[in-house]
DNA sequence: TTGACATATTCCTATATAGGAATACATTGG
DNA sequence: CCAATGTATTCCTATATAGGAATATGTCAA
């Protein structure tokens, strides 16, 4: 029973191969009806349609009426959490520090932390 | 029929928000056993031994059996896709240009583009 | 109105997978 | 070998959702 329930979440919606695509195509910043789109990446159009919706459910696009057409444009701001997310990470590949160095100096410290940790507290229960 | 078939990317693996406390934990860059982690986060064992297994295959973990133990530890190069994915929009919030002008902008050429865009030749198909 | 066009929605089927419970498997100490 | 410990796997049920097809909805032009 997957109580995830994470739909709407951003990383969820970008987990998509093909919305991504879709992303890629408005990753200009203009805006899309979304026949242009269609003709743009190799999917139906209802797919497409439903794609946008859930982009903009995860507040990925943002979307306008503009006579029969419905403009799509991305609203780059829903993707900063997934940017700040993984943007921790980013000093493991940009200091290229030596790897082996990282690894003895973690080391040391995990075996100082478990002098104190080890068996006698079981962290906070 | 969902023939998405995008298990083991790694766009998935973190869509899982359990995925990412996981991550958290090993966010240090030490290494954990998997009854560390299960103390760490509420989680019970079976599940973070499946939700290791999928950060596994997605390789954002790596793994190595030490004695009973399974010490797994933060691969976070397997993270760089997404890094390097979500870094083309990091503009659109870092520069903070007025985003009057630059709506004005994306118009203009917008404009432009439909000239010789319109109707005429539709994509390649 | 009516018809053409643009887009969304609904119905269907199939896949992926989360979590719980129970259990299997592996390794080590004795 | 055996018991204990650490971890993975399997079985189950329920949810989320992709895509295709058909259709509904909305909007403009004449």
Same mark, same amino acid.
Do not use: C
């Given at each position: 029973?997957?109580?995830?329930?994470?739909?709407?979440?951003?990383?969820?919606?970008?987990?998509?191969?093909?919305?991504?695509?879709?992303? %890629?195509?408005?990753?200009?910043?203009?805006?899309?009806?979304?026949?242009?789109?269609?003709?743009?990446?190799?999917?139906?159009?209802?797919?497409?349609?439903?794609?946008?919706?859930?982009?903009?459910?995860?507040?990925?696009?943002?979307?306008?009426?503009?006579?029969?057409?419905?403009?799509?444009?991305?609203?780059?701001?829903?993707?900063?959490?997934?940017?700040? =997310?993984?943007?921790?990470?980013?000093?493991? =590949?940009?200091?290229?520090?030596?790897?082996?160095?990282?690894? %003895?100096?973690?080391? %040391?410290?995990?075996?100082?932390?478990?002098?104190?940790?080890?068996?006698?507290?079981?962290?906070?229960?």
């Amino acid at each position: 029973m997957a109580r995830t329930a994470h739909p709407d979440d951003v990383f969820s919606a970008i987990a998509e191969p093909r919305r991504r695509e879709v992303i %890629a195509v408005l990753a200009n910043g203009r805006e899309y009806a979304v026949n242009d789109i269609v003709l743009s990446v190799k999917m139906a159009q209802p797919s497409v349609s439903k794609h946008l919706g859930a982009l903009h459910r995860a507040g990925v696009v943002t979307m306008v009426r503009r006579g029969r057409h419905r403009m799509y444009r991305l609203n780059a701001a829903g993707l900063k959490p997934v940017h700040d =997310w993984v943007k921790v990470f980013e000093r493991y =590949w940009t200091h290229q520090i030596d790897e082996i160095k990282q690894r %003895a100096e973690r080391k %040391a410290l995990e075996r100082m932390i478990r002098l104190n940790d080890s068996s006698t507290e079981k962290k906070e229960e």
